[in-house]
């Protein structure tokens, strides 16, 4: 699933481009309507690899959930701001891995949880949940992931591609700093987001008015999310370098997206 976290959840607005349908777009998915894609296209227009940056990003979801279910044997993921259902969903990759693991994808867009709830009628491991990274304490006090998962054990939480949707005026430090202190110790983060550079300036002005704005931020910015966690090898690094694999993207060079896994001591 796409990394997303829109705005109000109890409104679905079609004329209004919605961030988890613009990335499933510029994953080359079908799930948008016309405004998702003239949005899409704008973003295109100014950052030319937007559509790499989208597919890096996807990628460096894939390697890190296979590392947690192989070999850091974590068997418990919360995906927040899961966005929509893509190929190899966060659930498909750790069970390859680890088939007894579990996942709970949240989202506060509703049209994103009718479509992870059909993906996931038949998986008795995997829940979806209409919450808001916002408001963590709602997402872990949620009666179907306590019911799924045993927070007193290991859990790998997953932020990718979601905090740079999320203003510094709803405080995102202190809504990711509340999931690591109930984090079991052997826990992982995950995260992901865009850097604050100057190409893509113009690219953040399309999202002033889809349901949730683009928040760009340095890396040193990014790196505060991850507090006193010690940092997984090879540390808080563009996507691309988190333990390339054959599937890597081929690129002249870097996207500006950075990535990497604290762990809980």
């Known amino acids: 699933m796409g990394g997303s976290q829109s705005g109000k959840s109890d409104l679905v607005d079609l004329n209004r481009p919605n961030v988890a349908r613009v990335y499933d777009y510029l994953l080359g998915g079908e799930d948008s309507f016309a405004a998702d894609r003239v949005c899409a296209r704008r973003v295109i227009s100014a950052v030319p690899l937007a559509r790499e940056i989208a597919r890096a ?63 996931l009628a038949r998986d008795a491991q995997t829940r979806a949940i209409l919450r808001d990274v916002r408001r963590p304490g709602e997402i872990l006090a949620d009666r179907d992931l306590v019911h799924l998962l045993d927070l007193s054990r290991p859990v790998a939480v997953l932020l990718v591609a979601v905090l740079h949707f999320i203003p510094n005026e709803h405080d995102a430090y ?80 870097d996207v500006p997206c950075y990535g990497g896994i604290g762990v809980k001591r």
């Open 57 to 119: 990003n996807r990628t460096f979801l894939r390697r890190v959930v296979r590392f947690l279910a192989g070999e850091a044997g974590i068997g418990q993921f919360i995906d927040i701001g899961a966005g929509l259902p893509t190929q190899d969903n966060v659930h498909q990759v750790a069970q390859r891995a680890n088939p007894a693991s579990r996942v709970v994808y949240v989202d506060n867009d509703p049209v994103v949880l009718v479509h992870a709830r059909a993906l």
């Open 174 to 253: 202190a809504a990711v700093r509340t999931l690591i202190d109930a984090m079991a110790p052997g826990s992982y983060l995950v995260i992901s987001h865009v850097e604050r550079c100057p190409e893509l300036e113009a690219a953040a002005r399309h999202y002033e008015h889809a349901n949730a704005p683009a928040v760009l931020r340095s890396v040193d910015e990014i790196a505060r999310f991850f507090g006193d966690l010690d940092m997984v090898t090879p540390g808080l690094v563009n996507v691309q370098h988190w333990r390339p694999d054959n599937q890597m993207l081929s690129l002249d060079g």
